[in-house]
């Protein structure tokens, strides 16, 4: 049995060995694009809750360089940037532009964003109650008319 556990171990340890490597796109930051235009305090509250995996400044951690977890992360960022990316708000058409603060509502409103697993890695990128008053006030006043806006 233990002989088992030992051999379990070495074949563990040589996987995680070898996973390491299996080579993928190292994760980077490209350089900035023309950035969203924001106001400075919800520019904060998206740079500490979005921008990790909506921008070129992605704070990657150490563990973005360990596999598996790299490439769950860097999935997960170059899809991210793929649906938003706020240092590359030029890529967006202007009718795009003028919903994405529809969008960016939904989708913290709904709890969707950012993502339950992400607040687990870092609790303070959670929307607090006045965090949500900014940014209803920033999407009242920017909201493409496309629909009037729902309380918090
Ligand atoms: C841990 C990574 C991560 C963080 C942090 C994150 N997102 Fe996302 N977001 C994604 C991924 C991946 C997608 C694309 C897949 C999807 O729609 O679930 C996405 C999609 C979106 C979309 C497009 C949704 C749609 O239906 O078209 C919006 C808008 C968005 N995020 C806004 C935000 C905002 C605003 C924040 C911060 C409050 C945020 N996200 C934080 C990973 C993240």
Avoid at 28 to 39: I, R
């Amino acid at each position: 049995m233990r002989r088992f556990t030992f051999n379990l171990l070495a074949v563990l340890i040589a996987a995680f060995a070898l996973i390491q490597l299996v080579p993928i796109d190292p994760p980077e930051n490209p350089p900035l694009e023309t950035e969203m235009p924001l106001p400075a305090e919800v520019r904060t509250l998206f740079l500490r809750s979005c921008y990790d995996c909506h921008s070129f400044e992605t704070e990657w951690p150490w563990y973005s360089k360990v596999a598996p977890a790299s490439w769950l992360i860097k999935r997960e960022v170059d899809e991210g940037r793929a649906a938003l990316n706020f240092s590359a708000w030029n890529r967006f058409t202007a009718q795009e532009q003028q919903e994405l603060p529809d969008k960016i509502w939904d989708v913290v409103l709904s709890g969707k964003m950012p993502p339950a697993y992400y607040l687990l890695l870092k609790r303070d990128a959670k929307f607090s109650g006045r965090d949500m008053g900014i940014l209803r006030a920033w999407y009242a006043d920017n909201d493409s008319g496309r629909r009037s806006v729902s309380a918090p």
